[in-house]
């Protein structure tokens, strides 16, 4: 249905078109979900929240003249965001740094205390920095939302990148949305 989706989108030039709008085409509707940024592309510009609602971070004025990682998680306190992606990057924070990244940023759909309680579990301070995405902002513009019903609703695939300078120059979205694969920290050069 995804690639009809598609293939329709692009043949009627709405590829544009915002997450979930309804295409009326004949007798059926459509849901259109984004496509995902790419290596090269410039980091979208979106408000994402640290540790309350009221403390807004433009992300893409945020990473301006710095090289950071961000990864993306479908949701703060999952047995796999907690037990093995968020981890990993706690582990190599340091070495990571040492090797020039000025920040690294942990981003899911949760509210901005959920992901601040889940940073404090995780003694991350000084480490990672943990933004909320609650309406999917950040998630629809890289093209990166995703439905997991078991978790309520529409979320944000697993992935990881490395920003320089407002440009995403590594770029790892997991295939399956929730995998634990390709966007752990090993899986980064740096
Ligand atoms: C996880 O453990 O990371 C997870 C659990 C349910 C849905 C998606 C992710």
């Known amino acids: 249905m995804q690639s009809v989706t598609f293939r329709l989108a692009t043949a009627l030039k709405i590829s544009s078109v915002p997450f979930r709008t ?30 309350t609602p009221q403390t807004k ?9 710095k090289k950071v990682i961000i990864f993306g998680v479908p949701g703060a306190f999952t047995p796999g965001c907690s ?23 942990c981003v899911a759909v949760n509210d901005a205390f959920v992901m601040k309680a889940w940073g404090d579990h995780n003694k991350a301070e000084g480490k990672v920095r943990f933004l909320a995405d609650p309406n999917l902002e950040f998630a629809k513009k890289l093209g990166v939302e995703h439905e997991i019903p078991v978790l309520g609703g529409w979320r944000s695939k697993r992935y990881s990148m490395v920003v ?21 920290a090993e899986g980064l050069k740096i």
């Open 164 to 184: 320089d300078d407002g440009k995403i120059t590594q770029l790892n979205i997991e295939p399956d949305g929730t995998g634990l694969s390709c966007s752990l």
């Open 57 to 65: 971070i433009n992300i893409a004025e945020e990473v301006k003249g």
């Open 22 to 51: 309804p295409v009326k085409f004949n007798t059926f509707h459509l849901s259109a979900v984004n496509m995902a940024v790419k290596v090269g592309d410039s980091l979208p510009s979106a408000e994402l929240h640290e540790d």
């Open 83 to 105: 037990a093995t992606h968020l981890p990993g990057y706690l582990e190599k924070a340091a070495e990571l740094k040492k090797k020039g990244i000025s920040e690294i940023f």
